[in-house]
């Protein structure tokens, strides 16, 4: 009884935690949230992340670096970053609420799934092209700086574009490829 | 090697840098650099280089170079991961998708981030706590005012009174403290050392202590220690007498603790 009163203590800890922005970025750092929770935070992340499937949210878990192939180490989860998101998908009805355009997620698909790509790299100026193909030019810079302040993407000094923290967190890469080369083109 | 020779290097070296900065800054294909070839000429070139603006030349080369082999050490590992595709493949299908598909797409792939911003009822407590106390600015403007005053030039009595400026400067104070030496000397040759130094309070005599040092190192006197009979004298000099440099000199640890004061104090009285 004692042991349940203590998990679901930390369940409402670790709630407020995930849900509340208390850094510049969302989200909490394991070592926080072991700090907090104590050192089976990772238990409660996942009794959480249970409870919230009726929800469709999800605890996600975002890695330094690569994803670890088999279970992540302790060490590991300390230095990952902890975010609430939607577990399934958006429908584009959903998207005109949260403000944002059809030509504003096709411009993101676009610019993620091409520096993809690339290797996780590419220069401004090649994407901007690409998306001028479909989109008004003046739209293309406003967009492309969206993105970058949203944190999607980063660009360095050589005005080269690479993902950045939201992107990790929010989107899932690899369906997103494997989306675009399984889709059929509409014959026209 | 003749300059000729050396010129040419020089251009062949910086036409390799000119390529590998390209290949990383323009994203370019990094299996276009043949680096087998360009090791072969930065080694042609290598034992001729003599100026330090050479070597660096060279050796910025050998690190873009590096960088090359890491892109395409990169380029491998991506190629081995499952995220891999034909980025003209990948191209195509962009280019031929309608917004409202690829809009589609990017949906079913798209997990948003879920947070809340809502202020809680403790932080609304604080808040109002926090401007109850508040003053109102122009009380607080009011404090924060600077007060006028006229510039004016100070003096060096005020400066020694505010203690920005000592009354004497050390050395003024080190000769006042060798000629007091002198005369406590005497006609003797020298005197006890806590003889000297001790004064009626704990303090002072510390405050003696530290300038005495200063006479012996700075070479107004010297000391003189019996160990046998465990006394230590002190001995004015009668012209400062500068020992660095010319003789190897060494420190005396002297210990001036409470407990030996008052068996000085307990000593003079009786």
Same mark, same amino acid.
């Given at each position: 009884?004692?042991?349940?009163?203590?998990?679901?203590?930390?369940?409402?800890?670790?709630?407020?935690?995930?849900?509340?922005?208390?850094?510049?970025?969302?989200?909490?750092?394991?070592?926080?949230?072991?700090?907090?929770?104590?050192?089976?935070?990772?238990?409660?992340?996942?009794?959480?992340?249970?409870?919230?499937?009726?929800?469709?949210?999800?605890?996600?878990?975002?890695?330094?670096?690569?994803?670890?192939?088999?279970?992540?180490?302790?060490?590991?989860?300390?230095?990952?970053?902890?975010?609430?998101?939607?577990?399934?998908?958006?429908?584009?009805?959903?998207?005109?609420?949260?403000?944002?355009?059809?030509?504003?997620?096709?411009?993101?698909?676009?610019?993620?799934?091409?520096?993809?790509?690339?290797?996780?790299?590419?220069?401004?100026?090649?994407?901007?092209?690409?998306?001028?193909?479909?989109?008004?030019?003046?739209?293309?810079?406003?967009?492309?700086?969206?993105?970058?302040?949203?944190?999607?993407?980063?660009?360095?000094?050589?005005?080269?574009?690479?993902?950045?923290?939201?992107?990790?967190?929010?989107?899932?890469?690899?369906?997103?490829?494997?989306?675009?080369?399984?889709?059929?083109?509409?014959?026209? | 090697?003749?300059?000729?020779?050396?010129?040419?290097?020089?251009?062949?070296?910086?036409?390799?840098?000119?390529?590998?900065?390209?290949?990383?800054?323009?994203?370019?294909?990094?299996?276009?650099?043949?680096?087998?070839?360009?090791?072969?000429?930065?080694?042609?070139?290598?034992?001729?280089?003599?100026?330090?603006?050479?070597?660096?030349?060279?050796?910025?080369?050998?690190?873009?170079?590096?960088?090359?082999?890491?892109?395409?050490?990169?380029?491998?590992?991506?190629?081995?991961?499952?995220?891999?595709?034909?980025?003209?493949?990948?191209?195509?299908?962009?280019?031929?998708?309608?917004?409202?598909?690829?809009?589609?797409?990017?949906?079913?792939?798209?997990?948003?981030?879920?947070?809340?911003?809502?202020?809680?009822?403790?932080?609304?407590?604080?808040?109002?706590?926090?401007?109850?106390?508040?003053?109102?600015?122009?009380?607080?403007?009011?404090?924060?005012?600077?007060?006028?005053?006229?510039?004016?030039?100070?003096?060096?009595?005020?400066?020694?009174?505010?203690?920005?400026?000592?009354?004497?400067?050390?050395?003024?104070?080190?000769?006042?403290?060798?000629?007091?030496?002198?005369?406590?000397?005497?006609?003797?040759?020298?005197?006890?050392?806590?003889?000297?130094?001790?004064?009626?309070?704990?303090? *002072?005599?510390?405050?003696?202590?530290?300038?005495?040092?200063?006479?012996?190192?700075?070479?107004?006197?010297?000391?003189?220690?019996?160990?046998?009979?465990?006394?230590?004298?002190?001995?004015?000099? *009668?012209?400062?007498?500068?020992?660095?440099?010319?003789?190897?000199?060494?420190?005396?640890?002297?210990?001036?603790?409470?407990?030996?004061?008052?068996?000085?104090?307990?000593?003079?009285?009786?």
């Amino acid at each position: 009884m004692k042991r349940k009163a203590h998990y679901a203590r930390n369940i409402k800890r670790a709630t407020h935690l995930l849900f509340y922005r208390r850094h510049k970025q969302p989200g909490v750092k394991g070592w926080e949230l072991r700090k907090r929770l104590g050192s089976d935070y990772p238990k409660v992340v996942k009794i959480l992340d249970n409870h919230l499937e009726n929800l469709d949210l999800q605890v996600k878990t975002v890695f330094e670096g690569e994803k670890p192939a088999g279970e992540p180490t302790l060490e590991q989860l300390d230095k990952a970053r902890f975010y609430i998101t939607l577990r399934g998908g958006l429908t584009p009805k959903e998207t005109k609420m949260m403000g944002w355009r059809i030509d504003d997620i096709a411009g993101l698909a676009t610019t993620i799934s091409y520096i993809i790509a690339k290797k996780g790299k590419a220069p401004r100026e090649e994407i901007e092209k690409l998306l001028r193909n479909k989109l008004p030019g003046w739209r293309v810079d406003i967009n492309m700086n969206r993105y970058i302040r949203s944190g999607y993407l980063a660009e360095d000094e050589n005005k080269q574009l690479y993902l950045d923290w939201r992107t990790r967190a929010e989107i899932d890469q690899k369906a997103l490829v494997d989306l675009l080369l399984s889709k059929e083109e509409n014959p026209k | 090697m003749s300059s000729k020779r050396k010129k040419l290097g020089s251009e062949h070296l910086q036409r390799v840098i000119d390529t590998c900065k390209s290949v990383e800054e323009r994203g370019l294909d990094p299996f276009n650099v043949d680096v087998d070839d360009i090791i072969e000429v930065v080694r042609k070139y290598f034992p001729e280089w003599e100026s330090p603006r050479e070597l660096l030349l060279d050796a910025e080369a050998i690190h873009c170079l590096a960088s090359v082999i890491k892109l395409q050490g990169d380029w491998v590992k991506h190629r081995s991961t499952s995220l891999y595709t034909d980025p003209f493949l990948l191209e195509e299908k962009i280019r031929r998708l309608s917004r409202e598909e690829l809009a589609r797409l990017f949906l079913e792939a798209w997990h948003p981030i879920i947070e809340l911003e809502q202020i809680s009822l403790h932080s609304l407590a604080e808040a109002m706590k926090y401007w109850d106390g508040l003053l109102p600015i122009n009380e607080r403007w009011l404090k924060t005012s600077y007060l006028e005053v006229e510039t004016g030039a100070t003096t060096r009595e005020e400066l020694v009174k505010l203690r920005i400026l000592a009354e004497k400067t050390f050395l003024e104070e080190l000769e006042v403290f060798w000629e007091e030496l002198k005369q406590r000397v005497g006609g003797e040759e020298k005197i006890r050392y806590w003889d000297f130094i001790g004064a009626d309070t704990y303090s *002072e005599t510390i405050k003696r202590a530290y300038i005495a040092s200063f006479l012996v190192t700075y070479g107004y006197a010297t000391l003189e220690v019996h160990p046998l009979e465990e006394e230590i004298f002190i001995k004015p000099f *009668e012209k400062p007498k500068s020992m660095l440099g010319k003789k190897q000199t060494i420190s005396i640890p002297v210990s001036i603790s409470f407990e030996e004061w008052m068996k000085w104090k307990e000593g003079k009285q009786n």
